[in-house]
């Protein structure tokens, strides 16, 4: 369905990375992990882009996505929003979504690539689902870690979620990870993998590189799923 609105709520989730929040209708339903189209306005006309609702549909009266500010012209237009200006809304559209009949999931992202796995993680946790999580979450460093607040918390209101954070630029404070998400790291923290179905999203480049792992060690097709994130 197609909505104008109007921007309800922007929040700093992280020095580069902003949540923009709108009124959620009643008769406006998803899953968690679609999409939706956001048009807004870059001076006299109209700009349209696709971003994964980060909020989750237990989320009443809200909808949300989230996106990193990558100093593009939509990202800046983005940016520059304020609370009350208008922005049009078309969703919900896509097949990457939590399937609650799932006893074992394994999740692998990195940076803002996190934002539909947010939005299934809430899902799952509010809703109370008999279902083992476990995430593996790349970062460059502790500063660029979206949601980690959030992420923690789930992980202490259930004890079926594990949440691995791991940085490539860590300092020297950082103890856990200090590399990409390898097989090795999969292996050790997700030691029942087989038993898992597993999705990733990211940028082209690191989805790609998840894919390859995770045939690596045996998976098949079937039990992957994966969600490309554009860069603007």
Known sequence: MKLE?????????????????FPRPSRFEYKPGQFMFVTIKIGDREAKKHFTISSS??????????????????????DALNVGDWVQIDGPYGKFTLDEDLS?????????????????????????LDCDITLLYANRTEEDIVFR????????????LKVVFTLTGADE???????????????????????????????PGLVTSMETLLKE??????RIRKEYFPGY
């Open 173 to 203: 404070n950082w103890t856990g990870y200090s590399r990409r998400i390898d097989k090795e790291m999969i292996l050790k923290e997700i030691p029942d993998y087989k038993k898992r179905v597993f999705f990733t999203c990211g940028p």
């Open 149 to 160: 607040e959030e992420l923690e918390g789930f992980r202490q209101k259930r004890g079926n």
């Open 217 to 222: 060690v045996g998976m098949s097709q079937d």
């Open 5 to 21: 609105t109007e921007v309800k709520e922007i929040l700093l989730r992280t020095h580069n990375v902003k949540s923009f929040r």
């Open 104 to 128: 074992k999931i394994g999740m692998l992202s990195g940076g803002i690539g996190i934002t539909p796995l947010r939005s299934m993680i809430k899902y799952s946790t509010d809703m109370k």
């Open 57 to 78: 549909p237990t989320e009443s009266g809200l909808l949300e996505f989230t996106k990193k500010l990558t100093g593009h012209e939509f990202s800046n237009a983005l």
